[in-house]
């Protein structure tokens, strides 16, 4: 056994800590190996241990929330990968909620539309944890989950713990400052209005959940959007194209294209869908086509919003 997974194993038991685990199940893209060392923390101080625990092993750790903007590679990924799990939701006075990392985006929806909370239940049906939210910046029509956001409890890479105001969180459009960092979310406390009506805050989850039916391939496995939208004041879109990821892969051909069990879904350009027999190797070429389709005929370079994880 490896120093990681010995201490591991000793502060946690053996039957917590897998070797040898396979992600691709954890993962929306249903892609990707193993990881050496997998843990699922079910609180704050059990990710801040098992952090310690691979600093002084000197081993890399990868956070994985609902494993539902990733592409892990097919080699896995080594180290440790922690999957924070369970977690708490709970009101703060009247205007806030604080909910765990790992709490999932629709438990949190769920949760404050019951108490007539509002502000949160448009991100109904937005696959995914708190914590892959605010790494991310999740994005949703014109809003990001950032705007939401009060303060996040995070804990640098040497293990020491801050609370970060939502204006030091350097929020932008599919971006937060732990993608600079390191920084792992270990809860975040969301603005919200009281005195809601529930059943009419039911109303509006209902109508994004329908929406993202209509025009999202919510049958196959995917990743959600794999390219950021182009930039207009960074990127020079031609003139009559919307700057629309989506709209720039199908203009250049590539809507329903194919590499072994990877297509780009006929349904919404810029997912790729995995017809079950993929890999991450086909669904990273299948990416990199669209990506050069679009730069040939187009001149745009379009920028990941999926993370790829491990060699590729
Ligand atoms: C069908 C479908 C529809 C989607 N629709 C949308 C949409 O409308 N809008 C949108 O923005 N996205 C969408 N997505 C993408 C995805 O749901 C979001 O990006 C989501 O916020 C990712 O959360 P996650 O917990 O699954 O993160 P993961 O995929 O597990 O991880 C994403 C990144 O966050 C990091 N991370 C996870 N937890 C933590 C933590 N606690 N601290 C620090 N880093 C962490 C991971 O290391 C990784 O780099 C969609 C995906 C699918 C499959």
């Not at 009247?94 to 448009?122: P, S």
């Not at 190797?281 to 790829?308: H, M, N, P, W, Y």
């Amino acid at each position: 056994m490896s120093t990681l997974t010995t201490a591991l194993v000793t502060a946690f038991g053996a039957e917590r800590v897998k070797i040898d685990a396979p992600l691709a199940p954890l993962t929306t893209f249903k892609v990707g190996g193993p990881a050496d060392v997998l843990f699922e923390p079910v609180n704050a101080d059990e990710i801040l241990r098992a952090l310690a625990i691979a600093r002084a092993a000197g081993q890399p750790v990868t956070m994985l929330g609902g494993g539902s903007n990733v592409l892990v590679s097919d080699r896995g990924l080594r180290g440790l990968v922690i999957r924070p799990r369970e977690g708490t939701v709970n009101a703060v006075g009247v205007r806030l909620v604080r909910a765990d990392a790992a709490i999932t985006i629709n438990g949190l929806v769920r949760w404050t539309i019951n108490r007539g909370f509002a502000g949160l239940e448009a991100w109904a049906g937005t696959p995914g944890t708190v914590g892959g939210a605010i790494f991310g910046n999740a994005h949703w029509k014109r809003s990001n989950i950032g705007d939401l956001v009060e303060s996040v409890r995070l804990v640098k890479p040497n293990g020491t713990l801050l609370q970060a105001p939502a204006d030091r969180m350097e929020f932008a459009y599919d971006y937060s400052r732990l993608k600079r960092t390191g920084e792992i979310a270990l809860w975040v406390a969301f603005r919200v209005t009281p005195g809601g009506d529930p059943a009419a805050l039911r109303l509006v989850a209902r109508e994004s959940l329908s929406f993202r039916k209509q025009t999202q391939p919510l049958e196959s496995p995917s990743a959600g959007c794999i390219f950021m939208n182009p930039d207009p004041s960074r990127d020079r879109i031609p003139d009559g194209m919307p700057p629309s990821a989506g709209a720039l892969v199908d203009r250049a051909g590539l809507k329903g294209a194919v590499v072994a069990g990877a297509r780009v879904s006929p349904a919404h350009a810029n997912f790729v869908i995995n017809d079950g027999t993929a890999t991450a190797a086909d669904i990273k070429r299948l990416i990199e086509q669209c990506r050069s389709a679009v730069k040939d005929r187009f001149g745009v370079t379009l920028r990941d919003e999926i993370i790829s994880l491990g060699e590729f």
